[in-house]
Nanobody, 125 residues
Framework: HVQLVESGGGSVQAGGSLTLSCAVS???????IGWFRQAPGKEREGVAA???????NYADSVKGRFTIPQVKDKNALVLQMNDLKSEDTAMYYC?????????????????????RGQGTQVTVS
């Protein structure tokens, strides 16, 4: 039984920072793991991802502000978010898959990953 559990969301003022965490269990190896978000009334949007070789991709809207740190625990994922803006307000979801191709060519397919968590809310005012 694959389970992804996000944590770290909350409310912050514009310009502030938050760190999201995702704990993955029930899967021995994620070839592609990342974050997508969805704001009310908007489409799901890939935010950031990392593949099994440690290569990262970011949406243009978050480049230079969001970072996936390299961690030794392959069943954990962190998203460091700095200089948050009101447009970053959304529910953030962690997602993973055994297929590496989802991580190739950017973050457009991150919302399609097979396994996902329940989400954590980020509100920027």
């Amino acid at each position: 039984h694959v389970q992804l559990v996000e944590s770290g969301g909350g409310s912050v003022q514009a310009g502030g920072s938050l760190t999201l965490s995702c704990a993955v269990s029930g899967i021995t190896f994620s070839s592609c793991i990342g974050w997508f978000r969805q704001a009310p009334g908007k489409e799901r949007e890939g935010v950031a991802a990392i593949d099994s070789d440690g290569r990262t991709n970011y949406a243009d809207s978050v480049k230079g502000r969001f970072t996936i740190p390299q961690v030794k625990d392959k069943n954990a994922l962190v998203l460091q978010m700095n200089d948050l803006k009101s447009e970053d307000t959304a529910m953030y979801y962690c997602a993973s898959a055994k297929v590496a191709s989802y991580c190739h060519g950017g973050v457009s397919r991150i919302a399609e990953l097979a396994y996902r968590g329940q989400g954590t809310q980020v509100t920027v005012s």
